[in-house]
């Protein structure tokens, strides 16, 4: 069955694409659909001026379609600017798979979904994120080159996450050494919302260091298995944004600094790992400024998973991984003095950072 004739009137309110308000000059976005494994998935490509477009694959039980499209354009937009600021030659790109990874995910589709993906001729190279892992890159990998965060096993990086985690916890510790004068993270007390890939392996550097953690997932297993892995507390209140805190450590899903949000936060930094924590990355980020909250920027310094499966493109080993993902706290060190400097926000300094490095390639390109 098909919808009505949509009149000229109704299309205009409605300009469900191009006119998205997340949609900023994407080169390309895909729709994939395949009947037969029930696969929906959107790519979105949206810069490769700097090289092809990577990032992951999100699973996802989105509420329609329409979130799920303003989730790839945000998502794919973020790691242009990403991958900009870290250095990588790599343009942003990013998909969504519409569905419950849990009960929907199977083999079959994921090799669908591969196959969309290698029709793209490496335009756009997949990779693991929000329900998804190694074990499902490895399926792809069996029908198109264009995928990272494979396992080690198969000749990848493995996953991405670990190194993520170590890239928040830097910039986290940056963060810190810009608001209090120290980077040392002891006795500061941490909330982490989100205990999944990264979130638990950031619960785990917190912890070595000495920070008081407390944990809040919607997975009441992954809070015990966490808790008793690494003796931290539960947060078991309402309202994770009106408790008082040092450092927020946002690692869900995005959009958590919303009008909702905002101005309730009583925290003194904001560092996590989550995409898109800003649910308007103009409006929310001068409040914070405002309010004198530290924000490190969430595509600065959850850059270590794309330094990570970078290294399965260019060949670079363990130790450089490290070294580029350690250099994260001197880029943000970078990015809130610059901020500071200009009376910014830091996400706009990087932002303005990124966008200067895309412009002089774009230039280079044109000659
Ligand atoms: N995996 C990586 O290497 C990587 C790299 C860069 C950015 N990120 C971002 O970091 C975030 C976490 O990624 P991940 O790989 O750990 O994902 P994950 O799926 O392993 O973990 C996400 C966790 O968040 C929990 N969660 C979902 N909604 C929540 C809510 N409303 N409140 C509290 N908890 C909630 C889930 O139950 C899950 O435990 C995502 O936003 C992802 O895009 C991940």
Same mark, same amino acid.
């Given at each position: ?276 924590? @800003?649910? /308007?990355?103009? $409006?929310?980020?001068? *409040?914070? =400024?405002?309010? #004198? !909250? ?18 399965? @493109?260019? /060949?670079?080993? $363990?130790?450089?991984? *490290?070294? =580029?993902?350690? #250099? !994260? ?39």
């Amino acid at each position: 069955m098909t919808s009505d004739v949509l009149s000229s009137k109704e299309l205009s309110k409605i300009d469900p694409v191009f006119g998205q308000l997340s949609f900023d000059n994407h080169e390309q976005i895909v729709f994939c659909n395949d009947k037969d494994t029930g696969l929906k998935a959107i790519i979105g490509i949206h810069n490769t001026v700097l090289g092809p477009a990577l990032g992951g694959t999100r699973m996802w039980n989105y509420n329609n379609e329409w979130e799920a499209l303003n989730d790839v354009l945000r998502l794919s937009r973020g790691m242009t600017f990403k991958s900009a600021i870290t250095g990588l030659n790599l343009g942003g790109g990013k998909a969504v798979i519409i569905g419950d990874a849990k009960t929907q995910k199977t083999p079959e589709l994921m090799k669908r979904f591969g196959e969309f993906v290698h029709s793209l001729s490496g335009r756009y190279i997949t990779a693991e994120d929000v329900g998804m892992d190694t074990a499902d890159m490895d399926i792809v990998r069996e029908v198109t080159p264009y995928v990272t965060g494979i396992s080690e096993s198969k000749g990848g990086a493995g996953n991405p996450s670990p190194i993520t985690a170590y890239g928040v916890f830097m910039g986290m510790k940056a963060a810190a050494q810009f608001k209090y004068g120290s980077d040392v993270l002891e006795d500061k007390h941490v909330f982490v919302q989100g205990i999944g890939h990264v979130g638990e392996s950031l619960v785990e550097h917190l912890v070595n260091e000495g920070a008081k953690v407390t944990i809040a997932d919607i997975n009441q297993e992954r809070l015990e298995d966490v808790r008793s892995k690494y003796n931290v507390a539960i947060y078991n209140g309402n309202d994770i944004y009106s408790e008082k805190m040092d450092i927020y450590a946002p690692c869900a899903l995005g959009a958590t600094i919303n009008d909702n949000t905002v101005r309730k936060i009583q925290a003194d930094i904001i560092a996590g790992a989550a995409n898109n924590q @800003l649910a /308007n990355e103009v $409006r929310h980020g001068e *409040i914070l =400024k405002d309010r #004198n !909250i530290v924000y490190a920027p969430d595509f600065l310094i959850n850059a270590g998973g794309i330094i990570n499966v970078y290294a399965e @493109l260019e /060949n670079y080993d $363990r130790q450089e991984i *490290i070294r =580029k993902t350690e #250099n !994260i706290f001197n880029t943000t060190i970078e990015i809130l003095d610059r901020a500071k400097e200009g009376d910014v926000t830091p996400n706009s300094a990087a932002l303005s950072i990124a966008k200067e490095r895309i412009e002089m390639r774009k230039r280079e390109l044109e000659k």
